[in-house]
């Protein structure tokens, strides 16, 4: 069996690259061979550290009072358009 084994951020990377492992499950006749091939980045772990590094970041991150909050409409921080203070 071939099966994909990659995160949702990977989808998109410029960075992807293809790392195969192949592994031999043994054999049911004497020409035929089982084989599982699993596909994955050869950056996996970076990849998975940086976006585990993120996230912690963004979890710590609370907003000190409601000028620190996001704007529901646009996400920025700290700015004063009366389009987006509207709540």
């Known amino acids: 069996m071939i099966s994909l084994s990659v995160e949702d951020y ?6 992807f690259e293809p ?5 031999e499950l043994g054999t049911y006749t004497s ?6 091939t699993v596909i994955r980045c050869k950056h996996k772990d970076k990849c998975r550290s940086m ?3 993120i ?3 963004y979890a ?9 909050k996001p704007c ?16």
């Open 10 to 15: 990977c989808h998109t990377c410029p960075d």
């Open 19 to 23: 790392d195969c492992i192949v592994t």
């Open 31 to 36: 020409d035929k061979t089982l084989i599982d």
């Open 51 to 53: 976006n585990d590094r």
């Open 55 to 57: 996230l912690d970041y």
């Open 60 to 68: 710590k991150k609370e907003p000190k009072n409601e000028v620190d």
């Open 72 to 87: 529901n409409i646009c996400s920025e921080y700290n700015h004063k358009l009366k389009c987006c203070n509207i709540r």
